[in-house]
C-alpha cells in the first residue's frame, strides 16, 4: 500500500491487507496540527481490502476522535465498501462521503470551535447566554432577545446549532443539505447579535437528542442563561413536538435561567 498526504488528505492506494493504521498514524497526526477540524481519506486508488485492513479505519476512528477531531473517508470504491460493511463496528461508525469535495465541505461547516467576536469589558470571565438552534424554534428572534440580554456588556451569546444524527449513522457522517441549512440559520442569528454589537460565537454541535445535548452543555459549560425563540405562528407536527419537548425540559430540569420569548404579533 501507498501512503500519500496532500494538505488535508490522506491517499491510500494499492491494496490493504492488514491493519496499517501504526503506518499510518504519524501522517495523520502531521495534518491534524494544521487541521484540527479533522482530515479526510481518499480511497479511490485502493484497490482490494482484507476485513483486516478495514480495521484501519476503525483504528483510526477512535484516535481521532480521542483529538477532538473528525474523520471521513471518501471515494471508497464498491468492493471496498462491500468489505468495510461487513465488519463489526467500522460499518456502523465510518462517515463516508462521495468526494473529497464533500468531505471537506462538511468538516468546514461542522468544525468545532467558538470565533469570539470581544471579549467583556472589565476583563472578567463573561457570563454565558446560550441560544439553542434547531427546527421549531424560532431562530432569529432568539438570537436577538440573547443579544438583548448580553447589552449589559458582561456577557457573551454562544448561538449553537445542534444537529441531530440519526443513530442509525455514524455521528460524524456528513449530511450535507442538513449541514448547510445549520450553517445559513446560523449566520442569520449572527446578523442579529452583531447589530447589537455584543460579544457573540457560533457553533455546529453534532448530537444524538437535542435536547439532552443542550442540558448537558448547560452544566459543562456553567451557561447562566439559555434562551428560547417560540415561533410567532402556530407550528404543528415535528416543530411543535420539539418546542414543547425542549421547553418543558429546560424549565423543568435546567439549572440555569430560562427564558422563553415570542416576536410581538405583526412584527
Known sequence: MIIETKGDVVELSGSLHKNQWLTIRAAVNLLLHDHPQGIIVDCSHLDNISENGAKTFL???RDIEAAKARIVVANLPDNVRTVCNSVPGVRSQLAIADSV???????????ASFVNQATAA???KSAIILVPLLTGLDLTYGAHLGGRLAKDGRSEVRLIYFLEVARTLPLGAPMMAEEQAAQESLDRAMQYARQLNVPSSTRVERVRDATEAILSYIRTDHVEVVVVGAANEPMGGEGHDTFHELVDSLLHRSPCEVVIGRLKAGE
Request: aromatic share 0%; charged share 25%; glycine share 6%.
Open 59 to 61: 483504528e483510526a476512528m
Open 101 to 111: 469535495a464533500q468531505a471537506r465541505s462538511s468538516l468546514r461547516m461542522a468544525a
Open 122 to 124: 472589565n476583563g472578567k
